[in-house]
């Protein structure tokens, strides 16, 4: 058995850790599918138990940075459903707002890297150039590009101003036509359409089975959006004033997520202005003082799926248990179910498909048949871009690719 | 859907689970906490995925001086409810049967509780180590609550792969 | 400082190490790339190997899982090289010094390695681009 092992070599965010995509392959196919995790394990849960209330929040934060307000948004919905109070409706908006920011941000991101592994390096400078936008406004906000530390237990952090709001519009009316612009390249190119449809195919029985999450599980038919299903803050207004909508695939494919990701956008967009046209006065937080002995769950719909946060107290000024689960963790094991049979040139693309944020979770081993080979990450993109000059060829398309 | 009709999602919940379930409560109208005793808990998360459509938001396991408490926290989305199922697991056996060969969600979940508090879970399909990094030595727990935030003495038991490279 | 160091100065050629991050020091470095810095233009490139780098971008904490693998990294690399510690992460920990999975800070296990390793700190969390580049200068003006 022939043994190649390659040197670390994380070279983008995606597949952060060392990578080592373990293969057996049987010819050009997947036979089954190993998850090796740990490399991003730091501890938040022990460190937690030593931290008081209002310090977790900034700890959380660094669990992730593109869903960074997410974990922080989770907990201090945990505390507030331990101490079962409501905080006033202009801290909600904030709250709310600086979430779908995010989730705009973070999609735009995806976008970006799931066209650099296809070979379109200009489909990712294009979207990570409108997606700077989306972040000067966040900076205007909030106060930072990523780490936002908007939230805290009782409420939002920070204030945002008129002007801040105004230059977010101004940001989010161009990404909105940037947005409308990308649907239309990824739904009418038929390289896409040949590199994505029926690609990694995640069935509905597989997406419920594996407890699926977000755009992960939305494209296989699933309709679970926490947004929708336990309405937090300002996501109960605004579903009611019919501002956004949840959006649902079928197929399930790789295609059907990459859209997903691009409609959300969409929807968020909208959402957005809505908020900040509703924006209501008033205070943004309240006092919160001893936390009592107590339970409580929070969640929030992050970019990836369901943040999960539960808190335990015992009427001290630490909590006790603290218990975090991204949603990559849930979305994870699904490789076992969608890669199976596929080939390995696509493989890269289904396993950036999830969107897999690693600093909750890690680095994948694929196990096929005979021969035993290791490539890392490069050597992936490198498959994947030369599946694409493959099929531009066949249709007879001049190849735009760079040279790899 | 309304504060009353989430209060009716219990007698749902008790109808499903029957004789099985030792307390419920639901102190808000969306989050009910049932617990189930441990020889019956497979039986009961089974029920609730399958009978009542609930998905596995995630588990958590906690110490409690002289046991590990287990929470499911299953969401069931079209009731708009949080079901938190909870049970207690004895120490020092801390044994309790596997959800994962019915359930794929809890199989990760189960892996992650195990190697942090030393909860065993008979018959579960691949019981290695999730998150610790390889040649962590045996029997050494980090959530439970007497595992120290910072041990001492603890670089001499590491194996060789880490203790090699500091010449 | 020498011929060999002197020849860092320009264009250097970057390999990215990403230890335990929680992500966001790497995404502003891949932000370097895009349009609005674009470091290319300065001839910075990121290699696909430790071994045609000139300096070694790292982020996060070192835990312990990764430690022999960092280790591993920076034997690779051509010496001299300059390591950037990106983050207050990879300089001093930042929140998650005293985790029982962090046992030591990133520039002590590489200065254990080579005493002579050249290290430069860019602090923030997560360092705004503008402070990469304004790092990089710095640190190689100081050569």
Same mark, same amino acid.
């Not at chain 1, 940075?65 to 922080?72: D, K, L, R, V, Y």
């Not at chain 2, 089974?46 to 906690?62: D, M, P």
């Given at each position: 058995?022939?043994?190649?092992?390659?040197?670390?070599?994380?070279?983008?965010?995606?597949?952060?850790?060392?990578?080592?995509?373990?293969?057996?392959?049987?010819?050009?196919?997947?036979?089954?599918?190993?998850?090796?995790?740990?490399?991003?394990?730091?501890?938040?849960?022990?460190?937690?138990?030593?931290?008081?209330?209002?310090?977790?929040?900034?700890?959380?934060?660094?669990?992730?940075?593109?869903?960074?307000?997410?974990?922080?948004?989770?907990?201090?919905?945990?505390?507030?459903?331990?101490?079962?109070?409501?905080?006033?409706?202009?801290?909600?908006?904030?709250?709310?707002?600086?979430?779908?920011?995010?989730?705009?941000?973070?999609?735009?991101?995806?976008?970006?890297?799931?066209?650099?592994?296809?070979?379109?390096?200009?489909?990712?400078?294009?979207?990570?150039?409108?997606?700077?936008?989306?972040?000067?406004?966040?900076?205007?906000?909030?106060?930072?590009?990523?780490?936002?530390?908007?939230?805290?237990?009782?409420?939002?952090?920070?204030?945002?101003?008129?002007?801040?709001?105004?230059?977010?519009?101004?940001?989010?009316?161009?990404?909105?036509?940037?947005?409308?612009?990308?649907?239309?390249?990824?739904?009418?190119?038929?390289?896409?359409?040949?590199?994505?449809?029926? $690609?990694?195919?995640? %069935?509905?029985?597989?997406?419920?089975? +594996?407890? /699926?999450?977000? &755009?992960?599980?939305?494209?296989?038919? =699933?309709?679970?959006?926490?947004?929708?299903?336990?309405?937090?803050?300002?996501?109960?207004?605004?579903?009611?004033?019919?501002?956004?909508?949840?959006?649902?695939?079928?197929?399930?494919?790789?295609?059907?997520?990459?859209?997903?990701?691009?409609?959300?956008?969409?929807?968020?967009?909208?959402?957005?202005?809505?908020?900040?046209?509703?924006?209501?006065?008033?205070?943004?937080?309240?006092?919160?003082?001893?936390?009592?002995?107590?339970?409580?769950?929070?969640?929030?719909?992050?970019?990836?799926?369901?943040?999960?946060?539960?808190?335990?107290?015992?009427?001290?000024?630490?909590?006790?248990?603290?218990? $975090?689960?991204?949603? %990559?963790?849930?979305?994870?094991?699904? +490789?076992? /179910?969608?890669? &199976?049979?596929?080939?390995?040139?696509? =493989?890269?693309?289904?396993?950036?498909?999830?969107?897999?944020?690693?600093?909750?979770?890690?680095?994948?081993?694929?196990?096929?048949?005979?021969?035993?080979?290791?490539?890392?990450?490069?050597?992936?993109?490198?498959?994947?871009?030369?599946?694409?000059?493959?099929?531009?060829?066949?249709?007879?398309?001049?190849?735009?690719?760079?040279?790899? | 859907?309304?504060?009353?009709?989430?209060?009716?999602?219990?007698?749902?919940?008790?109808?499903?689970?029957?004789?099985?379930?030792?307390?419920?409560?639901?102190?808000?109208?969306?989050?009910?906490?049932?617990?189930?005793?441990?020889?019956?808990?497979?039986?009961?998360?089974?029920?609730?995925?399958?009978?009542?459509?609930?998905?596995?938001?995630?588990?958590?396991?906690?110490?409690?001086?002289?046991?590990?408490?287990?929470?499911?926290?299953?969401?069931?989305?079209?009731?708009?409810?949080?079901?938190?199922?909870?049970?207690?697991?004895?120490?020092?056996?801390?044994?309790?049967?596997?959800?994962?060969?019915?359930?794929?969600?809890?199989?990760?979940?189960?892996?992650?509780?195990?190697?942090?508090?030393?909860?065993?879970?008979?018959?579960?399909?691949?019981?290695?180590?999730?998150?610790?990094?390889?040649?962590?030595?045996?029997?050494?727990?980090?959530?439970?609550?007497?595992?120290?935030?910072?041990?001492?003495?603890?670089?001499?038991?590491?194996?060789?792969?880490?203790?090699?490279?500091?010449? | 400082?020498?011929?060999?160091?002197?020849?860092?100065?320009?264009?250097?050629?970057?390999?990215?190490?990403?230890?335990?991050?929680?992500?966001?020091?790497?995404?502003?470095?891949?932000?370097?790339?895009?349009?609005?810095?674009?470091?290319?233009?300065?001839?910075?490139?990121?290699?696909?190997?430790?071994?045609?780098?000139?300096?070694?971008?790292?982020?996060?904490?070192?835990?312990?899982?990764?430690?022999?693998?960092?280790?591993?990294?920076?034997?690779?690399?051509?010496?001299?090289?300059?390591?950037?510690?990106?983050?207050?992460?990879?300089?001093?920990?930042?929140?998650?010094?005293?985790?029982?999975?962090?046992?030591?800070?990133?520039?002590?296990?590489?200065?254990?390695?080579?005493?002579?390793?050249?290290?430069?700190?860019?602090?923030?969390?997560?360092?705004?681009?503008?402070?990469?580049?304004?790092?990089?200068?710095?640190?190689?003006?100081?050569?």
């Amino acid at each position: 058995m022939k043994k190649t092992i390659l040197p670390i070599g994380p070279y983008h965010p995606l597949l952060e850790e060392p990578e080592f995509f373990t293969f057996y392959l049987d010819g050009e196919t997947v036979v089954d599918v190993d998850v090796r995790i740990g490399y991003n394990h730091r501890g938040h849960e022990k460190l937690a138990t030593g931290l008081t209330w209002d310090q977790v929040p900034f700890l959380v934060e660094r669990i992730c940075g593109i869903c960074s307000t997410s974990h922080p948004y989770a907990y201090v919905l945990a505390v507030e459903d331990l101490l079962d109070i409501k905080i006033p409706p202009r801290g909600q908006f904030i709250r709310s707002l600086i979430g779908e920011m995010e989730r705009i941000h973070s999609h735009l991101l995806w976008l970006g890297l799931a066209g650099h592994f296809i070979g379109y390096n200009t489909v990712w400078m294009w979207a990570w150039r409108y997606r700077e936008e989306i972040l000067d406004a966040c900076e205007k906000l909030i106060g930072n590009r990523n780490h936002y530390a908007a939230c805290r237990p009782g409420g939002a952090r920070r204030d945002v101003t008129p002007e801040a709001m105004d230059f977010t519009m101004g940001a989010l009316d161009s990404n909105e036509k940037a947005t409308k612009m990308f649907l239309g390249a990824v739904s009418d190119d038929p390289v896409i359409h040949k590199r994505l449809k029926n $690609v990694g195919i995640l %069935t509905k029985e597989d997406a419920i089975a +594996y407890s /699926a999450l977000g &755009p992960t599980s939305r494209p296989s038919g =699933v309709r679970w959006d926490v947004r929708e299903s336990d309405p937090y803050d300002a996501y109960g207004a605004s579903l009611d004033a019919k501002a956004w909508k949840v959006i649902v695939l079928e197929n399930g494919d790789v295609f059907d997520k990459a859209a997903l990701r691009v409609l959300e956008t969409l929807e968020s967009i909208y959402l957005c202005r809505w908020l900040i046209e509703n924006m209501p006065d008033g205070d943004i937080d309240i006092h919160v003082g001893n936390i009592p002995e107590g339970e409580g769950c929070g969640h929030h719909e992050a970019p990836r799926g369901e943040v999960f946060h539960y808190v335990r107290s015992d009427g001290s000024n630490k909590p006790i248990r603290h218990k $975090v689960r991204a949603p %990559t963790f849930n979305n994870l094991p699904t +490789y076992k /179910a969608s890669c &199976p049979g596929e080939q390995i040139a696509d =493989v890269a693309l289904i396993t950036a498909a999830i969107d897999p944020c690693y600093c909750c979770t890690e680095r994948v081993g694929v196990v096929a048949d005979n021969r035993h080979t290791t490539l890392n990450q490069n050597d992936l993109l490198k498959l994947s871009v030369e599946k694409t000059m493959e099929i531009e060829k066949k249709l007879g398309m001049k190849s735009n690719l760079a040279k790899f | 859907m309304t504060d009353e009709q989430k209060y009716m999602v219990a007698d749902k919940v008790k109808k499903a689970l029957g004789d099985l379930i030792v307390s419920i409560e639901q102190p808000r109208p969306n989050r009910i906490y049932v617990v189930i005793h441990q020889d019956n808990f497979p039986e009961a998360i089974r029920i609730v995925h399958e009978n009542l459509g609930g998905k596995l938001c995630t588990s958590t396991a906690l110490d409690v001086r002289d046991a590990v408490e287990l929470i499911y926290h299953m969401e069931l989305p079209e009731d708009m409810v949080l079901c938190n199922v909870k049970t207690l697991v004895a120490k020092p056996e801390l044994k309790i049967g596997t959800c994962a060969n019915f359930f794929p969600a809890t199989d990760w979940i189960e892996r992650e509780m195990s190697e942090m508090y030393g909860v065993t879970f008979e018959n579960h399909p691949d019981p290695r180590h999730l998150l610790l990094p390889d040649g962590w030595p045996e029997g050494n727990f980090p959530m439970r609550g007497d595992y120290p935030q910072r041990p001492d003495g603890f670089e001499e038991q590491l194996p060789d792969i880490y203790q090699k490279d500091r010449k | 400082m020498g011929l060999k160091t002197a020849a860092l100065k320009k264009s250097i050629w970057v390999f990215h190490v990403a230890c335990s991050p929680c992500n966001n020091c790497d995404i502003e470095i891949l932000d370097l790339l895009t349009p609005r810095f674009d470091v290319e233009r300065f001839g910075i490139v990121l290699v696909g190997s430790p071994r045609h780098a000139d300096a070694l971008l790292i982020t996060g904490v070192a835990n312990r899982h990764v430690t022999p693998r960092l280790i591993e990294t920076y034997r690779a690399t051509a010496k001299p090289c300059v390591c950037f510690l990106y983050g207050a992460c990879a300089c001093k920990g930042n929140v998650f010094k005293g985790s029982y999975n962090v046992p030591r800070m990133v520039d002590e296990i590489i200065r254990e390695e080579d005493p002579n390793a050249i290290i430069v700190y860019v602090p923030g969390c997560p360092p705004k681009p503008e402070a990469m580049i304004s790092g990089v200068v710095k640190a190689l003006s100081a050569l």
